[in-house]
């Protein structure tokens, strides 16, 4: 069974470039998630989507973020116009369900895409 | 809001020797889950072990246990036996959970990079 892939794996761009990351959940996983971890800091929850709904975006930072879930399938999250602060790495997750007292509700995680903002 | 703290950075082990990574947590709910992921150097996030927060017993995988006190509000991870794989950066997490269902949404501690010595 394929994990969940995040695509690219590194990314440098200058400040107000658009970047672009992607990510592929595993098949099937209804829920995906974002999050993100600054250097040297915990990872934060960006948002949840169930299908191609989004459950709860509470924890975007502002509007220079979008994400979008075509399908219910694989999962873009955009940058535009990037700054620096938003440098660091961003990871995917997805899941069957959201019981985890079920072993296979638990989140699956992508190795990330290191985002570099210059 | 929740917060997962894990208060240190950095923790070295020898190998075939046992070492304990610390986490401490901060909510007003009752039920949850916790959880001790992995990420090696450039690889994916992985489940290691996770505990519900009505069960007394404390969770073991192999030689992954947990030492979970619910009113200190702790969940330490004892790694028994190092190995060389060990070596990793160890994330402690937090989530809601009632009543059969979650929103999913992980509250993480900073981590802890361990290094394995042979």
């Known amino acids: 069974e394929a994990g969940v892939t995040q695509f690219p794996s590194h990314s440098v761009i200058e400040k107000g470039q658009t970047v672009t990351l992607r990510c592929d959940p595993i098949?099937?996983?209804?829920?995906l998630y974002w999050y993100r971890r600054v250097m040297g800091k915990e990872i934060k929850f960006l948002l949840h989507?169930?299908?191609?709904?989004?459950?709860?975006e509470s924890g975007m930072p502002n509007n220079r973020f979008l994400a979008e879930r075509t399908g219910g399938t694989y999962s873009t999250l955009k940058v535009q116009p990037a700054e620096l602060e938003d440098s660091g790495v961003y990871f995917c997750?997805?899941?069957?369900?959201?019981?985890?007292?079920?072993?296979?509700?638990?989140?699956?995680f992508g190795a990330g895409t290191r985002l570099s903002v210059l | 809001a929740q917060t997962v703290t894990q208060s240190q950075p950095e923790m070295s082990v020898q190998e075939a020797e046992t070492v304990t990574l610390s986490c401490t947590y901060d909510t007003s709910e009752s039920d949850y889950y916790l959880f001790w992921y992995k990420q090696p150097p450039s690889r994916q996030m992985i489940l290691v072990i996770r505990?519900?927060?009505?069960?007394?017993q404390n969770a073991t995988e192999n030689r992954f246990s947990v030492n979970f006190q619910k009113a200190a509000k702790s969940f330490s991870l004892k790694i028994s036996d190092s190995q060389l794989g060990d070596a990793a950066m160890y994330f402690c997490?937090?989530?809601?959970?009632?009543?059969?269902?979650?929103?999913?949404?992980?509250?993480f501690g900073q981590g802890t990079i361990l290094t394995v010595h042979p």
């Open positions: 997750a997805s899941s069957q369900g959201t019981d985890f007292s079920l072993a296979k509700n638990i989140q699956y």
């Open positions: 989507f169930v299908k191609e709904s989004k459950q709860d």
């Open positions: 098949s099937g996983h209804d829920n």
């Open positions: 505990q519900e927060a009505y069960k007394q």
């Open positions: 997490a937090w989530v809601y959970y009632a009543g059969g269902t979650s929103y999913g949404k992980l509250t």
